[in-house]
């Protein structure tokens, strides 16, 4: 069965900081990896998705997330952070390419400092 | 505008006194889901539809019940709910059979109390 793990529950960087959210999976198979965002009171909004293209995923506001099949890893970055991105962002994993089963991690919580 | 909508977004129950939740979606998705969110858990599966009168249970599926009639509708039934089934609750859809696969699209949420 696929898991996913998200390092730390609360991140907190300066704005224009470098943003890093890491993330790490396990699967039998190779995986399809998303990156979700959620705003207060919001559903979840799609940042980006690799789908076996390219290892280096760009996706909206600026993100971008780098596959890692040796690490197992998906993280997600940012060059600089801006105070509308502060949310809680969640990594899922889906075997399926119709992602109608997923399996998120826990979620991180992104805070951005003045 | 493609969206997935939910109703009601908030909702206060009492133990044991029956409700439903719907989930409409306007994009022609085969799939549709329901999830829900826990503090520190993240979202977890509920149950899942590949296709009309086609559902399966997900991860905790205890204590719902789920119905696919129709291919844009996938109401989320809780027969008698109990206070650990408060939580945030979201639907899903993804795959449409002209376009190809396609990420999961998610309702607003419903936050549901039972007390």
């Given amino acids: 069965a696929q898991s996913v793990t998200q390092l730390g529950s609360h991140v907190s960087v300066s704005e224009g900081a470098l943003v890093l959210l890491r993330c790490n999976y396990s699967s039998s198979v190779p995986p399809y990896l998303f990156w979700y965002v959620q705003y207060p009171n919001q559903g979840l909004q799609l940042l980006l998705k690799y789908t076996s293209a390219a290892t280096l995923v760009k996706g909206i506001n600026g993100f971008e997330a780098e596959f890692k099949k040796s690490e197992t890893s998906f993280h997600l970055t940012k060059p600089s952070a801006h105070m509308s991105d502060a949310a809680e962002y969640f990594c899922a994993v889906s075997l399926i390419q119709g992602a109608q089963k997923l399996v998120f991690g826990q979620g991180t919580r992104l805070t951005i400092n003045p | ?115």
Wanted: with cysteine.
């Fill in chain 2, 1 to 115: 505008e493609a969206q997935v909508t939910q109703n009601p977004r908030y909702l206060i129950t009492v133990t044991g006194k029956k409700l439903t939740v719907t989930c409409s979606q306007n994009m022609n998705h085969e799939y549709m889901s329901w999830y829900r969110q826990d503090p520190g858990l993240g979202l977890r599966q509920i149950y899942y539809s590949m296709n009309v009168e086609v559902t399966d249970k997900g991860d905790v599926p205890e204590g719902y019940k789920v119905s696919r009639k129709e291919k844009r509708n996938f109401p989320l039934i809780l027969e008698s709910p109990s206070p650990n089934q408060t939580s945030l609750y979201f639907c899903a859809s993804s795959f449409n059979r002209d376009r190809g696969p396609t990420e999961a699209f998610f309702g607003q949420g419903t936050r549901l109390t039972v007390v």
